[in-house]
Every structure is written in C-alpha cells, then in structure tokens.
C-alpha cells in the first residue's frame, strides 16, 4: 500500500498551484483536437509542447497527457454525430453510434461513451499504481511474432463485422488489404503501386481514407436524401444515460473494454485500433441478440468506446516504468520528459517520485474533469444533429478538408479523402460494409511488417510462429475462430441463409 | 428586392474602395525593392521540417527556429511537411521562391532519397543551398545488459564465424543504421537487418529480447546506459564518442573504419538571393555559437556541430561519393 501513500502525495501536487490549471487546459485542448476530424492527439501534443519550454516539468506533462487522453473523450463525438471517426481509436464507434444518434439517441450513446472512458480510464490507471513496474517488464516480451498473431486473431474475428453479405464483406476486407499494400516495402524498399507519386510513397493517409469513406460518403448519402426534406424534423433527444434495462450489458461490456483495452496498451506495438476490434467483437459473440449489433446496439458502443480508453491509459504504463512509448504520441510526451531534464527508464519511479505521481495523480482529476464535462454535455453536443442539413453539411464539409489538410499539410490528403468519399458513396449504394475495408487496412499494415520482421528473425521458416508460446496459442485460437465460424456458417446455410452475417 | 439591390451596391462600392487601397499599397512594395536584400527579412520566414511534429528531428529545428527569431527579428513558423522519408517537405523548399523566406531542415537521408534509383527522383543537392550543419549525431550500437557478448571484438569475431546469425533493429531501410551493416557485410561480416518502423520500435525489440543489438544515436545511448536499461556495445566511427567514452569503437573492434552518422542542418532553394543567404548564415552561426543553445539540445540528446556553408557542402558531397559506393548506386 506503498503506492497509496505516494499518491496522496501526488494529489497534493497534481492540485497545487498552476497545476491544476493545467490539467484543465489540458483535456479541455484535448477534447477539441479530438472533436475535429484530422486533428488527432499527436498533433495536439505536438502543437502545445514548444509552449511548455517555460513551465515546470510536471506542470508540463500533465497538460501534455491531458492532451493525450482527453482526445480520447473527444473522438466519440464525431463517430456518433456525423458518422466521421475524429481519430482511429473511435472509428469502430460508428458501426453502432452513427445508428443510435439517427434514432435520436446520440445523448445515449456520448453519454455511455463517457461512463465507460472515464471507467476504463481508471482501471488503467489502477494498474499503472499497483501492478505497472511488474507487468510492462514482462509485455516487452511479446515482439513482431506476437503481434502478427494478435493481428491474426484481429482479422478472424472480422467475420462478426461483415454486414449482411459474407461475400461483400470479405471481398472490402481484401480491398482493404489490398490498399495496404500502396506504398514502400518496409523490407526491400521496394515501390508499390505508388505509379511514381512521391504522395503515395507513404500509403495512404488513413484519417483521410477513413473521412472520405464513412464521413464523406455519409454527407452525399444525406445531401441526396434529404437536403429539401425540411419537414422532417429529427427525432427529439432522449434521455443521456441508457435506458434501465440497458444498463446491465452496458456495464458488462464496460468492465470487458477496461480489461481488453488495458493488457494491449502494455504491449509495445500495437495500436489503438486492435482492442476497439477485438472489444466490438466480443460484445458481438457473447450478446444475447446478435442481430442488433450494428443497428445501434449500446454495447457496440460501450465496450469499444472503453477499450480505447483504458488503452491509451495501459500505454502509459511502458512511458513510466521502462521509458519506452508505445505510441506516436506517447513518443511527444516521452520528448517533453527529455526536454525537461528527466530519463525515462526504470529508475525514474525511485528517481522523481513526486513527478511521476504528480502526474498519475493528475490524470485522476483529469478524467474526472473529461467525465463531468461529457455527461452533462453529451446532450449539448447531441444538440447537432437538430441543425438543418443545408447549415450543417457544409460546415462538416469545411472542417473535414482542414482536418485532411493539416496532417500531413498537402492538399494531396484532401483530394484523396474526396476520390474516396465518391466510392465509399457508390459503395453504401450496394450496400458494401465500409467497416471491413478500414479494418484491414489498419491491420494489414501491422500484420504485414510483422510477418516480415518476424520471418528475419526466424530466418524465413513459418514455424517459428509455432515455437513461441504466446504466438503459438493465439493463432491457435484464431484458427479455431475460423473452423468454428465456417462450421457453424455451414450448418446453418440451409436454416437462416446468410443473415446472421 | 431594390432594397438589396442598393444594399449590393454599397458592397460592391465598399469591396472597390478597398482594393483600391490594397493595390496603393502593393504599389508602394516595389519602390522597397532597391532595399529589399538590405532589410531582408521583413516578413515571416518558413522553416519546413519533413518529418512529423514532437521527433527528436522537429525539436532540434524548433530549438533553432526559437532562436533564429530573435536572432533575424521575424516570426519563424515551423510547418511540417511530412511524407516520402522527407522528401515532400524537400521538394516544397526546392520548389518555394529563392527569396530567403523559406528554408527546410537538411538531412543526409536527402541524399539517399535521390540517389536510390527505385524512387526516380529528379532533383539532387544542386537544387539546394546548404546553409549550416547544425547536428551530428554518430550511431552505436546496444545490446541487453545480459547479452552474452562482452565486448565489440568478441562479438565480430562471433559474427565473422556464424554468418547472419546477429540480429540487428534499424530503425528503417537504407536509413545510416542500414547502410552501416551493407558496409559490414561487404568486409565480411553479415547480420541480420530487422527493419522497424522507427527508434522507438527497434529499441524495444532489442529490449524484449527479439533481436540481438539495436542501432541508435549515441546521445540516445548515453541515456539507456544510465538507467541501465542497455549497454552500450561499439561506437561506429574512427574515434570515440563524447557521449560514449568508455566503448570501443568498430574500427578498433575490427581494424577498418566502418562509420555512421546523422547530420542535420539547414537549406534554402539554390539560387537563392545571395544577400538572405548571407543573412541567414550569419544568424544561424550566431545561434550556434550561444552556449545556452548547445546545452538545451544537449538535454534532447542531440550534439551541435556547426558547418559553415562552404565545409557542410563539401560534407554533404564525401557523403554522397561514399553512399555510392557502399550501396553501388
């Protein structure tokens, strides 16, 4: 109970002076580059930390970790309004949000989204006090094969996200996939598919294809349905917490998001995208009604919502313990440690204790700050979807083409996420899932450089994937997920077709 | 309806009026033109960095930028322009007017961006003005500190008898941590490359255990060594660092000079306006001379090493001629 102590300690300093200040500035920041899609958490840190040359060390990092946390909370929003992932942790937020907020539930669905971030952001920050130096140790164990075969499972799970048709839905995962490929070979430099674009050397933008994708396509879908349609009012706002019998699954999948989101923050590596993944499957798997997922089910929303949270969290836990940031954004925080005067690394603990858990103290506040401006304002936010399309669409519009713009600062991203948002539109007009071509594009990038490092290491024999334990079980597991999926698919062709997928 | 037809016209009058008063004024700019290198810079200048915001790379230049501020008494905004291992943010500095008002950060990976034939690239060092080298940082080598090797010269001959057998993380293909192996190799000694997607990631295969040593800055080093996270295994270069007194060099380990290095610094557009470049020179080796300036990039790990223009020329051209030759481009 040693870590108590120093966290009262901590609290004392994460309250005194300016730093509590800076803690608000901090998430308040965050919350906004979360909000708008294209600005993302690592450009948020990015922007803030020249300003930060001045101020104390701690005061420093608890506003860049606010930043880097806040924007967590603040993803959602788009996911559930306008059906644009504001970054890639909340893409997933979509499948079930974007369709809770059409029926007038969008309070509901930031409501819950918050709950479950705050939760889940506690959880890891539990850890980070209790369990942090022990277990980052021992995650650094996993490398490339254990990811390849984390992705392994990733990708066999996908099949829960195919939409109505098995076929579409695998042939945009193979799109997907096959768009993963653009770029350099990370291996031998070779170009591919880049068709001499110096653009194109790097792949593509994902913020850009994921606006163009979903977000675009939705505002043409909507500007083609119902620009005129002024009559129609949207459906009045309900209530921002879930509705009493909703709150058991709901909190059920809080409590699974928190464990999931944190055992893959502590893995170097990965990224935010897998455990949203793997959270929305299982949610998926263990509903009682399977059928409602993707039509706005508050699980879809809860459990992924929370994994991405306690994610971001569990990722700090390396920063602190090992000195090792397991994200771009952790990587700014891990340069504004530096820039202040301290080595990350195991002794930092023993070293600058009233740092560290001034900090750690100060991510309590900091999530209680998010939490309370979320959940009353969840219905503030939800008041956007009552603006007429004609006002609103453009807007979005505008704000998108910034978005796409600032990452990378080339209008190349814009005029991408436009090509982009025409296909995603032509797509939903056949009704291909959109979900699958993201998610493989995401994975494919990991599952690829992952296959490749870890065949160098093994020296290009397969079974070395066989060898390890960790990597062994879990491609076990997924092979399992498949020949279950494929068994049962077979079984039940003659009774339901196919549209249980 | 001829209520907001007058209303038009009265913005249509407003809207003339002032670009009449615009065009007075962009009338005036030419009769400056005279004075124009003289008081050069009189707007904000651009310092494009190729790389993404928060690197070790971006702080540097923003460091300089700070005091490059001071030093020239105009805003220098900082945009980076990322993409292509850098070479999109290159391309927009090559591509800007030559009038001083826009430099870009210069690394060595500049060159092996045009010279690697697979990326067609169709400007070389003769499209830039090298301004000042800024940082050198010389590359080590670390290993866990229970790796079985003790010592640099017990591990060569290990590698020297057990081809490929010796993982090493880069940081990415053909970066300096590459290109050194590929000169190994080439003296008879090949390990194995495992190319990650940046420092960070190769540090933490070689900690987990994945691979055998990782590739990294020396200044990056000193910091692991201190916390005993890793130990610091061979220096690549003919003499020992600063940062890295005590470990023994690769030309000491195997007899030839086997070095490898990043160096960073400044550059304009070629043909730049010779008076901005005169400026801009002077500004940056002022900054560079300020002892406060050293310390805080010595904090980030990264080591001040002023060129002037004509010596960082001549440096990024052995460079080229070496690259060339090791990688048979």
Redesign the interface.
């Known amino acids: 109970m040693e870590a108590l102590g120093y966290l009262l300690q901590g609290l004392d300093t994460a309250v005194s002076g300016w730093n509590l200040l800076y803690a608000l500035i901090g998430v308040t920041f965050g919350m906004l580059v979360g909000v708008l899609p294209g600005l993302g958490p690592?450009?948020g840190?990015?922007?803030l930390?020249?300003l930060t040359?001045g101020m104390s060390p701690v005061a420093a990092v608890i506003m860049l970790a606010g930043i880097y946390y806040g924007a967590m909370y603040g993803g959602t929003i788009t996911s559930v309004l306008i059906n644009t992932p504001g970054e890639s942790a909340s893409l997933i937020t979509c499948l079930d949000g974007y369709p809770m907020a059409r029926q007038g539930r969008a309070g509901t669905a930031l409501g819950v989204a918050a709950i479950g971030s705050f939760i889940g952001g506690m959880f890891a920050l539990g850890l980070l006090i209790f369990v942090g130096p022990l277990v980052a140790q021992q995650a650094?164990?996993?490398?490339?094969?254990e990811y390849f075969a984390l992705v392994v499972v990733g990708l066999s799970l996908l099949v829960g996200l195919m939409g109505k048709s098995l076929v579409r839905g695998l042939i945009g995962a193979l799109f997907g996939l096959t768009l993963a490929f653009i770029g350099?070979d990370?291996?031998?430099?070779?170009?591919r598919f880049t068709f001499?674009q110096?653009?194109l050397?790097?792949g593509l933008e994902f913020v850009s294809l994921a606006m163009g994708l979903f977000g675009l396509s939705e505002i043409f879908m909507t500007a083609e349905e119902n620009l005129h349609a002024q009559a129609t009012k949207p459906p009045k706002i309900q209530n921002m917490l879930p509705r009493r019998d909703e709150w058991g699954p709901a909190l059920k999948s809080i409590l699974r998001g928190s464990a999931l989101g944190s055992l893959i923050g502590l893995v170097?590596?990965t990224n935010s995208v897998i455990p949203t993944i793997l959270s929305y499957s299982i949610e998926k798997k263990v509903a009682k009604d399977p059928s409602r997922f993707g039509k706005g089910a508050i699980e879809g929303v809860a459990g992924p919502e929370t994994a991405n949270n306690a994610y971001a969290g569990a990722a700090l836990i390396p920063l602190f313990t090992?000195?090792?940031?397991?994200s771009?954004s952790v990587?700014?925080l891990?340069?504004a440690f530096?820039?202040h005067?301290l080595?990350?690394?195991?002794?930092?603990m023993q070293k600058n204790p009233e740092f560290v858990w001034g900090v750690i103290a100060s991510m309590f506040i900091g999530n209680l700050i998010l939490l309370v401006m979320n959940l009353p304002l969840a219905n503030v936010w939800a008041q956007i979807t009552r603006i007429p399309f004609r006002i609103l669409l453009p807007n979005i519009l505008i704000i998108m083409a910034v978005g796409s713009y600032s990452i990378?600062?080339?209008l190349f991203d814009v005029g991408m996420m436009l090509a982009f948002g025409i296909l995603g539109y032509f797509m939903k007009k056949v009704q291909f899932p959109l979900g699958p071509v993201l998610l493989t594009y995401v994975l494919g990038k990991i599952l690829e450089?992952s296959l490749m490092?870890s065949l160098?290491?093994f020296?290009g024999s397969f079974m070395g994937f066989f060898q390890r334990p960790i990597s062994a079980t879990l491609l076990v597991i997924a092979i399992s997920i498949i020949a279950v999926s494929l068994y049962f698919g077979a079984k039940d062709k003659g009774i339901e077709g196919d549209s249980e997928m | 309806m001829k209520l907001n037809l007058k209303k038009m016209g009265c913005v249509l009058m407003a809207a003339v009026l002032a670009g009449a008063v615009l065009t007075g004024c962009s009338k005036s700019a030419p009769a400056d033109k005279k004075s124009a290198a003289s008081n050069y810079p009189n707007k904000p200048i651009t310092l494009i960095v190729p790389y993404s915001a928060g690197g070790s790379s971006d702080v540097g230049a923003r460091l300089m930028a700070k005091r490059l501020e001071t030093e020239l008494g105009q805003p220098v905004v900082v945009e980076n322009v990322t993409g292509a291992a850098g070479w999109i943010g290159w391309t927009k500095m090559m591509k800007a007017k030559p009038d001083g008002y826009t430099l870009s950060l210069m690394n060595m990976t500049f060159i092996t961006s045009y010279l690697n034939p697979e990326n067609k690239r169709d400007m070389n060092l003769n499209n830039v003005t090298l301004l000042a080298r800024h940082v050198q940082d010389t590359t080590a080598w670390a290993v866990r500190p229970d790796s079985p090797y003790k010592n640099v010269k017990e591990l060569m001959e290990y590698v020297k008898a057990n081809p490929g057998k010796v993982s090493v993380a880069t940081s990415g293909i053909y970066t300096q941590h590459h290109i050194a192996l590929i000169a190994l190799e080439k003296l008879g000694y090949k390990m194995k490359a495992v190319h990650t997607s940046g420092v960070s990631e190769a540090l933490t295969t070689a900690m987990g255990g994945h691979v055998d040593i990782v590739s990294m800055g020396a200044g990056d080093i000193r910091n692991l060594a201190k916390e005993g996270t890793m130990r610091p295994m061979a220096v690549l270069d003919d003499e020992r660092s600063k940062y890295l007194p005590d470990t023994l060099t690769m030309k000491e380990a195997i007899g030839t000079d086997v070095s490898a290095f990043a160096a960073r610094g400044f550059a304009c557009p070629a043909n730049t306006d010779p008076a901005a470049v005169k400026r801009l020179e002077a500004a940056l080796q002022k900054v560079m001379a300020d002892p406060e300036h050293v310390a805080e990039m010595e904090r980030m790990g990264l080591q001040v090493s002023y060129q002037n223009s004509a010596d960082y020329t001549a440096f990024m051209k052995n460079v080229e001629t070496n690259m060339k030759k090791t990688m048979g481009w």
């Open positions: 690592t450009a840190t990015a922007l930390l020249p040359f650094l164990k996993l490398g490339p094969p350099i990370s291996v031998t430099g070779t170009m001499g110096t653009d050397e790097d170097p590596g090992l000195g090792i940031p397991s771009p990587a700014i891990l340069g530096i820039m005067g080595t990350p690394g195991p002794t930092l990378n600062n080339r450089t490092k160098t290491i020296n």
